[in-house]
Structures are given as C-alpha cells and as structure tokens.
C-alpha cells in the first residue's frame, strides 16, 4: 500500500481507524475517500523542507478542489494555484486567502482577470502578449497594478505522459523560451503591470529531478538578463508535477525533491530569491481512494470482466491517458484469484478502470481503486447521466460527508422543454 493511513487489519482495508467497508455500507458506492492524515503528512513535507528558506507552497487547486481538502491544507499555512474564477471561489469559500494566492491558465477571461484583481491575488501567470495587454487594460479600468510573472517555457522534457507534459515547444503553454526576454521588457513598459516574478510548469507525474534542475537553470539565466533590464524578480515559481507511485514508479521523496531544488538555487548564487512551488498530484493523490461494489462477473474468453458500480464518469484517468490505478478487495478474500478487467457500466469500450487484474472477487465485494485522490473526482462528469459520488475525509476515528452524492433530478434541473 502506497501510504499508511490506507492499511489493512486482519485483512479489512481501513482508512485511518475506519474501516472502508463501513464507509461503503453507510454512504453508498461509489466513494471518494480522502485521508486528512495523509493529507497532512504530504504537505508537511513540503513544508518542513522549505523552513527556514524564503519558499512557498502553492497547492494546485485542479487536482483536489473539495472545500474541505482545501481548508486542511489552509489550516496548515498553505497557499493555492488557481486557474479560474470558480477555483477562486473555492479557495474563498474554503478560508483561503486570494493574497496567498496565485492565477495560472492559458486563457484567463478579462472577468476572471477582473475578479481576481478586486480580490487582490497575489500574482497572475501570463502565458502570452496578447494576454499581458488584456490584464494591463482591466488594471487600468480599475485603477490598479497587477502583479505578473511570466509563464516560461523552457523547451526541457518532462519525461512523461504526452498529455500531461507542458514544457516543450510543441506545448501551447508559457512564453517561448527565446521570446522571453523581449517580452519582459513589453511588460515592464505597461503602466498597470507591475512585473514581480517568473514561473515555469514543465508537466505531471514527473518523477526524476532532473528536468527541474534543467528548467531552473534556464530560468535563471533568464532572470539575470531581466533583472539587466531593469526589472526586479522577487520570486521564481517552478511549478508543480511532482509524481506519485501508482504502480512501480520511484519519484524522488518530497522532502528530497524539495530539498534538492532549493540547494540548487543556492549554487547558482540565488539562495535569497523566493522559490515557489505548485504541487497537486503529490499532495492529494496518495491521499485519496475511489471505493467501488463488484455488480457482475462476467466472464469470458478472452477476458473475464468485473462489472463495478465506478465508471470512466467518476474516474477518467484510465480512459483519458491509460493511466494505472492500484485495485486492491476491501476484505480480503482466501480464494484464488483470476485474472479480470475491471470496467464500469458506461457504453463506451473505453469505460475500464483496470485491465488484466489479478483480483479474489465474488459479486457484491467492494473495491478500492488507489492513488485516487488527484485528478479524480475534479475530473468526474455526468456522462451516461450518472450522478456524481459522494466524497469522504476520514480523520482518526471519525468520517464525515464533505461533499453529498449528487441526485438524478439535480442533474436536468436546470433543462427544459419547448413550450410547443
Ligand atoms: N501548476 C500548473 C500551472 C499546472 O498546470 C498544474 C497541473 C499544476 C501546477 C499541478 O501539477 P501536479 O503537481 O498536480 O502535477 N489531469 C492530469 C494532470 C493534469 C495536470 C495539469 N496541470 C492527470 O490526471 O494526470
């Protein structure tokens, strides 16, 4: 098991001190379940590691934005990553501050632009000129300085999933790595801007250090020529995309990652420039899991299917990019097992959660699917009109409901008929 706080005792699968099958019989399948502990656990470690150094956690609301997962990690001092106006809302309504926050995203809207602004974030990520103008135009109408740092783009391979990999040239994200410099100086000479920092986002899943040394370093040559320019960056943020173990992955440790990049700033002669992360994946992944009721077995030929109550709507990951998830039974069985693919009940061949499983499964046992608490729920839709799970936080002893199961008629209550 990839994290503590998801154990079995004498062969039950419990989460925290509650046993996941309780869950599954007072809430219903399927189940987000997230561990508070482990949250905790995993922004602890970024955290500990940046003491004592001018460096921030930001946490990417994309992969987990639940409120309550959001006020855990707003207890612990964190600040977030946002890439829209709903995730400022979230972060608001969660007790988060928009001073600790920053507004990444391709395609900021001018009232997303606007809204932030009235908030008062801490720092907009612009990907582009055309996007510069827009915020230099909103700021002026509302007689403010915005506070930018330029996404850079700086061409290394991120050596991972082609969709999730974002620092390469063919990739429609940041400013072009040799575009860069020029562009600064566009900024610097716009009246509402106020030019604070540089940023950069080199991809997901990433589980070397390595691409992150190579992005840092061109950063920062990069800041030297701009600070040459007259310009003063107070804080280079490298992103997030830290990996996770699914399978048999070894990303670095947090903490060794953390640290690691923070002694390299240090040797390029810029230990007391503000280094800001933006972790997701690596705060919430491990620390969430989707449970799930065996509805059928049905099998076959070639292949044996085990029919779940889960589907590509409540997890994507699978479908999307063939992603790995651990599934492991809830309560261990002593029968030997078979070989299944686990698929949900969406009319799509693409509909499977895991393939070629070796699982001791009867009808009506329940499942985990692991590693699930990033890009899972956040990525659920109502395809196939099928409502949305509830989501859980376990702390200790205790679980509580941090967000409902939706219902069937919330679903079209905003549709309606023709009037003849
Ligand atoms: N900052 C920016 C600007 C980002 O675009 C992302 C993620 C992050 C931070 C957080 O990255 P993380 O630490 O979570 O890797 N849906 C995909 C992942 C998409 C990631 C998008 N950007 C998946 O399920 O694997």
Same mark, same amino acid.
């Given at each position: 098991m990839?994290? =503590?706080a998801?154990?079995y005792?004498?062969?039950?699968?419990? &989460?925290e001190?509650?046993?996941?099958a309780?869950?599954?019989?007072?809430?219903?399948?399927?189940?987000?379940?997230?561990?508070?502990?482990?949250l905790?656990r995993?922004?602890r470690a970024?955290?500990?590691?940046? !003491?004592? /150094?001018?460096?921030? $956690? #930001?946490?990417?609301?994309?992969?987990?934005?639940?409120?309550?997962?959001?006020?855990?990690?707003e207890?612990?001092?964190? +600040?977030?990553?946002? &890439?829209? =106006?709903?995730?400022l %809302?979230?972060?608001?309504?969660?007790?988060?501050?928009?001073s600790?926050? $920053?507004?990444?995203?391709?395609?900021?809207?001018?009232?997303?632009?606007?809204?932030?602004?009235? @908030?008062?974030?801490?720092?907009?990520?612009?990907?582009?000129?055309?996007?510069?103008?827009?915020?230099?135009?909103?700021a002026?109408?509302?007689?403010?300085? %915005?506070?930018?740092?330029?996404?850079?783009?700086?061409?290394? +391979?991120?050596?991972?999933?082609?969709?999730?990999?974002?620092?390469l040239k063919?990739?429609?994200?940041?400013?072009?790595?040799?575009?860069?410099?020029?562009?600064?100086?566009?900024?610097?000479?716009m009246?509402?801007?106020?030019?604070?920092?540089?940023d950069?986002? *080199?991809?997901?899943?990433i589980?070397?250090?390595?691409?992150?040394?190579?992005?840092?370093?061109?950063?920062?040559?990069?800041?030297?020529?701009?600070?040459?320019?007259g310009?003063?960056?107070? #804080?280079v943020?490298?992103?997030?995309?830290?990996?996770?173990?699914?399978?048999?992955?070894?990303?670095?440790d947090?903490?060794?990652? $953390?640290?690691?990049?923070?002694?390299?700033?240090?040797?390029?002669? #810029?230990?007391?420039?503000?280094?800001?992360?933006?972790? +997701? /994946?690596?705060?919430?992944g491990?620390?969430?899991?989707?449970?799930? /009721?065996?509805?059928?077995?049905?099998?076959?030929?070639?292949?044996?299917? @085990?029919?779940v109550? @889960?589907?590509?709507?409540?997890?994507?990951?699978?479908?999307?990019?063939? !992603?790995?998830?651990r599934?492991?039974?809830? *309560?261990?069985?002593?029968a030997? %097992? /078979?070989?299944?693919?686990?698929? +949900?009940?969406?009319?799509?061949?693409?509909?499977?959660?895991?393939?070629?499983?070796?699982?001791?499964?009867?009808?009506?046992?329940?499942?985990? *699917?692991?590693? %699930?608490?990033?890009?899972g729920?956040?990525?659920?839709?109502?395809?196939n009109?099928? @409502?949305?799970a509830?989501?859980?936080?376990?702390d200790?002893?205790?679980?509580?409901?941090?967000?409902?199961?939706?219902?069937?008629?919330?679903?079209?209550?905003?549709?309606?008929?023709?009037?003849?």
């Open positions: 990839n994290d =503590s998801f154990h005792v004498d062969g039950a699968l419990h &989460v001190g509650v046993p996941a309780s869950l599954a019989e007072q809430f219903g399948t399927p189940l987000y379940v997230y561990s508070r502990d482990a905790t995993a922004y970024y955290a500990d590691a940046c !003491a004592g /150094r001018k460096a921030t $956690v #930001h946490v990417a609301v994309k992969a987990n934005s639940n409120l309550a997962v959001l006020n855990v990690f207890r612990l001092g964190a +600040g977030f990553d946002i &890439v829209s =106006s709903g995730e %809302a979230r972060v608001l309504a969660a007790g988060g501050k928009a600790n926050t $920053v507004f990444s995203g391709v395609g900021k809207s001018a009232a997303e632009m606007r809204e932030a602004l009235e @908030a008062g974030v801490k720092c907009f990520n612009v990907e582009s000129i055309p996007e510069l103008h827009a915020l230099n135009e909103v002026k109408s509302l007689g403010k300085k %915005a506070p930018v740092s330029l996404r850079v783009n700086p061409d290394v +391979g991120a050596k991972t999933h082609p969709y999730i990999s974002t620092g063919s990739n429609k994200f940041g400013v072009a790595f040799g575009d860069a410099r020029a562009t600064y100086r566009e900024a610097r000479d009246a509402n801007l106020d030019v604070v920092g540089i950069c986002h *080199i991809g997901s899943q589980t070397e250090v390595s691409p992150y040394l190579d992005a840092v370093d061109k950063l920062l040559d990069l800041v030297e020529q701009i600070e040459s320019d310009m003063s960056i107070r #804080h943020d490298v992103g997030g995309g830290l990996g996770i173990t699914y399978d048999d992955e070894t990303p670095p947090i903490g060794d990652f $953390v640290r690691t990049l923070l002694a390299h700033f240090e040797e390029r002669g #810029h230990g007391q420039r503000e280094v800001y992360f933006e972790p +997701g /994946r690596s705060l919430v491990n620390a969430g899991v989707l449970l799930t /009721r065996v509805e059928y077995l049905k099998p076959g030929e070639e292949k044996n299917f @085990a029919i109550d @889960a589907a590509m709507n409540d997890l994507a990951r699978p479908a999307m990019y063939e !992603a790995f998830h599934i492991v039974p809830v *309560i261990e069985r002593k030997s %097992a /078979r070989l299944y693919d686990v698929v +949900g009940p969406v009319c799509e061949s693409g509909d499977w959660l895991g393939r070629d499983r070796e699982l001791a499964v009867e009808q009506g046992d329940l499942l985990a *699917i692991l590693s %699930a608490g990033a890009y729920f956040v990525m659920s839709s109502n395809y009109t099928r @409502a949305r509830a989501e859980i936080m376990v200790g002893e205790r679980a509580r409901v941090v967000r409902e199961r939706e219902e069937v008629k919330q679903l079209f209550a905003g549709e309606s008929i023709l009037p003849d």
